[in-house]
């Protein structure tokens, strides 16, 4: 059965603190892996990962993917109040349906 | 470019009752999924259309759920009759053809009493 896992669940940070989520997957046919922020309802799009050993890196958000160990890194500098949220990570399954397997997310909160 | 449409954000029912979802997905966007997002839980595919067609529908409880697209663009999800467990966020979400990134809208918030 397909599954993606998510650590910690959650997590305390004051302003400034360099966080690591973690995520492991396993899916079928697994194609990529991508990594949602997810305020308050709708979940946007951080990063889309395919390739092992290759960073993906936006402003302070950076992430990588391990395709030989089946996990994936989300890493945030520096962190903020504004980057409290819960963060989803998703196994793109391969195939026609190209369905997305989520994890139950890291909940994340920055304290000034 | 104006981002997937949803509505109602919020929606309150009793039991039994039934209640209907509408979604507009980006233009262009040949795929649109609905999710079910339960509280603390990731989002679950309940359905996925490749223009008005259906390419998985396997985690639709088909007894008191179902959904169209009738024209290729927008989609209605229903719920009929409602229970309490179906308490979540209704997420809709759109792709274009060939690419991974799903793009979601507001989702709407339903409560069943």
């Known amino acids: 059965e397909d599954k993606v896992v998510q650590s910690p669940l959650s997590l305390v940070v004051h302003e400034g603190d360099t966080v690591t989520l973690n995520c492991s997957y396993e899916?079928?046919?697994?194609?990529?892996l991508l990594w949602y922020k997810q305020e308050k309802k709708a979940p946007t799009f951080l990063f889309m990962l395919t390739s092992s050993g290759i960073e993906k890196k936006s402003g302070r958000l950076s992430s990588i993917l391990d395709k030989k160990e089946l996990f994936s890194i989300l890493n945030i500098t520096a962190t903020q109040t504004g980057d409290s949220a819960i963060y989803l990570c998703a196994g793109r399954h391969g195939g026609a349906t190209n369905k997305l397997i989520f994890g139950t997310g890291t909940l994340l909160a920055v304290q000034p | 470019e104006a981002g997937v449409a949803q509505s109602p954000r919020y929606k309150i029912i009793e039991k039994r009752q039934s209640v209907a979802f509408w979604c507009n997905p980006i233009s262009g966007h040949a795929t649109l999924y609905w999710y079910q997002q339960i509280l603390g839980q990731g989002p679950k595919l309940l359905i996925q259309?490749?223009?008005?067609?259906?390419?998985?529908d396997s985690q639709l409880p088909k007894d008191r759920f179902s959904a169209e697209r009738l024209k290729g663009v927008d989609s209605t999800l229903k719920i009929q009759p409602a229970k309490l467990e179906d308490s979540a966020v209704y997420l809709c979400?759109?792709?274009?053809?060939?690419?991974?990134?799903?793009?979601f809208g507001p989702g709407t918030r339903l409560t069943v009493t």
């Open positions: 979400a759109s792709s274009r053809p060939g690419r991974d990134e799903q793009y």
């Open positions: 899916v079928t046919n697994f194609r990529s």
């Open positions: 259309f490749q223009n008005n067609g259906v390419v998985d």
